[in-house]
């Protein structure tokens, strides 16, 4: 069964076509389609037009535009419509309208991405399941996750994002959710807020969306669950809460940390109850409180659920963790990497710097290499100072900084734990075999723009670059 027949997307866009054709998927990168997907030309860093003729080539069934691009055959089977990106939200809009799956929605400050990739774990084994790639949050990611979203999904999972205030509310009434999700509030994207209360109205804005019977599921424990609260009773059926505290419904009793697990138990209706998650941090096991709560509310039995968070694990840039060797001549010359390089914010940080000071050093010690945190405003130098009191530092052997905001830590650093300090990630690789040692424990983690991913590229490619330094590995 295709995806979307020309008839279909002409009925949902208000475009117009020629030629009776169907497309079996929706992509916005040329490079990247497959096959028979509609191809759409946004306009964004790059005008979409100028790669349709690209998108035929690699196979493209159609492509969605406003204008007819040079070089386009007469007859190709293009859609017309008036603006792309407005199409784009039509189509997701009559995705959804059309679709009876169960669909829950992701937000927050910290965890939606982890949070998101939990649920599509569990509930892939339930039934089919429609989730968003990587973090398609923003005005083009949620629509084009609904447009892609196939007629006979029994469980959908979207993320939504904000960087400003008012992005939220549109993309929610756009997924309609049966369940929303708030997995927390934090200083992210403070700049662009007066406070954190403000970040907390703006995250509870997804509640706008929820269906006559939906359900919200929050964090009982933030200085913001009350606003949390009062927007979840303004919109919602029921609400489920998750926490440590007396407060949350869904409540975690004890946290034990093994080498390569974690082993939570939680409270719920007086009754105690265990599950495992084959990776480390508290903040995954109480974000894995939000997935059950979401999937018993679903229907699902608890060995199910349970069953799905142990296969999860942690994706690249946020908590995946690998071993890496220094030399491949040397098998046993080993180093432990956490890559956190997608993204930072003062809540996240901490966290990681809880999970690398759970990770024993077999032979040497655990070092961080950290970028800026972008976006916290005007008291951004202030937070950046303030992770050097996390009482987690102390455990950590040294910390290289990258960045002019992560200056701020550095120089509040006991003098012995400073390692390096460079502008950029493109000068901390440089010399970076000296600051490694096999058996240590190393966590990446900045800002997206810090491109710290750079530094794990680094470390990966140290195997492959034998150099003279005979080392006391």
């Not at 008012?166 to 200083?187: F, K």
Request: negative net charge.
């Amino acid at each position: 069964m295709s995806l979307w027949t020309a008839a279909q997307l002409v009925a949902a866009t208000g475009g117009s076509t020629q030629g009776d054709w169907f497309v079996d998927g929706v992509s916005i990168d040329s490079r990247r389609l497959q096959p028979g997907d509609l191809f759409i030309a946004l306009q964004a860093a790059r005008d979409g037009h100028d790669f349709v003729v690209q998108a035929f080539d690699n196979g493209a069934a159609a492509a969605l535009v406003s204008r007819r691009p040079e070089g386009v055959a007469d007859d190709a089977p293009l859609l017309m419509v008036p603006d792309v990106q407005a199409a784009l939200e039509a189509l997701g809009r009559a995705a959804r309208a059309r679709s009876h799956a169960r669909v829950v929605a992701v937000t927050g400050s910290v965890g939606k991405t982890s949070t998101k990739e939990m649920l599509r774990e569990v509930l892939a084994g339930q039934g089919r399941t429609h989730a968003s790639v990587a973090s398609y949050n923003n005005h083009w990611g949620v629509p084009l996750t609904l447009a892609r979203m196939p007629t006979d999904t029994e469980f959908a999972v979207f993320e939504i994002g904000m960087n400003h205030p008012g992005e939220i509310a549109p993309l929610a009434l756009m997924v309609r959710p049966d369940i929303a999700i708030i997995t927390t509030v934090a200083a992210a994207h403070l700049e662009a807020f007066d406070d954190i209360d403000g970040i907390a109205r703006e995250k509870a804005e997804i509640f706008n969306g929820l269906t006559p019977d939906g359900v919200a599921v929050i964090q009982a424990d933030l200085p913001t669950s009350p606003v949390l609260t009062a927007a979840a009773q303004d919109h919602s059926k029921r609400i489920l809460s998750f926490g440590s505290s007396a407060k949350a419904a869904y409540r975690l009793r004890d946290v034990q940390f093994e080498p390569a697990t974690t082993l939570a138990t939680f409270e719920h209706q007086n009754q105690l109850q265990t599950f495992e998650l084959a990776a480390l941090g508290r903040h995954f096991a109480e974000n894995a409180l939000a997935v059950i709560a979401t999937c018993q509310n679903l229907g699902l039995r608890y060995e199910m659920i349970t069953a799905g968070l142990a296969r999860w694990l942690p994706v690249v840039g946020r908590g995946a963790r690998q071993k890496m060797m220094l030399d491949a001549a040397r098998p046993d010359s080993t180093i432990e990497v956490i890559d956190e390089s997608y993204n930072a914010n003062p809540t996240s940080l901490c966290a990681a710097l809880a999970v690398l000071s759970q990770i024993k050093a077999l032979s040497h010690q655990r070092i961080a290499f950290l970028g800026d945190m972008k976006e916290l405003g005007p008291q951004a130098a202030e937070m950046h100072a303030a992770i050097a009191q996390d009482v987690h530092i102390e455990g950590i052997a040294k910390i290289h900084a990258v960045g002019p905001l992560i200056r701020n830590l550095y120089d509040a650093l006991p003098v012995e734990k400073r390692g390096r300090w460079t502008a950029t990630s493109a000068e901390m690789v440089q010399g970076i075999r000296a600051d490694v040692h096999a058996g240590d424990v190393v966590l990446i983690k900045g800002s997206l723009s810090m491109d710290m991913g750079r530094v794990v590229d680094a470390l990966t490619n140290l195997r492959h670059a034998r150099t003279s330094d005979t080392g006391e590995d």
